[in-house]
């Protein structure tokens, strides 16, 4: 079983250009969430959303938009990429909310030059 | 403003030993907390959690105590395994006041068991 798949794994930007990182999830889950990592820091979530159509700003949304047009797919939109924005971003999906852990893709590694 | 502190960037114990990774946090509404394991590469993988309501859990070879009047939890590793080498993340959330699917990561401690 796949649970969280991110494409792509690693990206190289210019500062100005735009792309979209994708994640699916295959478990049949309501809630996901992308995060953002930096170097030495935890997690921080960038968005989230609590099913098809219904997404919400987490603690860094600046700079970033997200859709969930599909239970399984939330893609995150990066426009204008920014050198700030280079990053680890990981996608998670969970079953419920409360006590429910997390369950995280594998990440993809951004550099905006 | 961190909520969620892991104040040891890093940890090294032998293989057989036993790890104490700690965590501290300031936020009194958080009553659920979790710890993740993450290799190079990869993303966090849950590995235990304890609820407000309890002072300890034990999942194996893990076990996580609570002590909520320091707002202070840790994570036991008995005994290390070389494959434990990992970065750790301690993680809360508040499951009241609809906010309980936002958790709160610390920065992580490396664990290295030495063989």
């Known amino acids: 079983n796949a649970g969280v798949t991110q494409t792509p794994k690693f990206r190289i930007l210019k500062i100005g250009q735009s792309m979209t990182l994708q994640c699916t999830q295959d478990m049949n889950h309501n809630y996901m969430y992308w995060y953002r990592q930096d170097p030495g820091m935890g997690l921080k979530l960038i968005y989230y959303?609590?099913?098809?159509?219904?997404?919400d700003k987490g603690e860094v949304p600046n700079g970033y938009n997200v859709s969930r047009s599909t239970t399984e797919d939330f893609p995150l939109r990066l426009e204008l990429a920014a050198p700030s924005q280079t990053s680890v971003y990981f996608c998670?999906?969970?079953?419920?909310?409360?006590?429910?852990?997390?369950?995280f893709g594998n990440g993809t590694r951004l550099t905006v030059t | 403003d961190q909520q969620v502190k892991q104040n040891s960037p890093s940890l090294s114990v032998q293989e057989g030993r036993i790890s104490i990774l700690n965590c501290d946090y300031t936020?009194?509404?958080?009553?659920?907390f979790l710890w993740y394991k993450k290799y190079p590469a990869e993303g966090p993988t849950f590995l235990i959690s304890?609820?407000?309501?309890?002072d300890k859990n034990e999942d194996g070879r893990f076990t996580v105590f609570l002590n909520k009047s320091a707002k202070h939890l840790s994570l036991h590793i008995v005994p290390s395994q070389p494959g434990d080498s990992a970065v750790y993340f301690c993680?809360?959330?508040?499951?009241?006041?609809?906010?309980?699917?936002?958790?709160?990561f610390g920065k992580g401690t490396l664990l290295t068991v030495n063989p």
């Open positions: 959303s609590v099913g098809a159509g219904i997404t």
């Open positions: 998670a999906s969970s079953r419920r909310q409360g006590e429910s852990p997390l369950h």
């Open positions: 304890i609820s407000s309501i309890k």
């Open positions: 993680a809360a959330s508040g499951l009241r006041g609809g906010s309980n699917y936002k958790l709160t």
């Open positions: 936020n009194s509404m958080f009553d659920y």
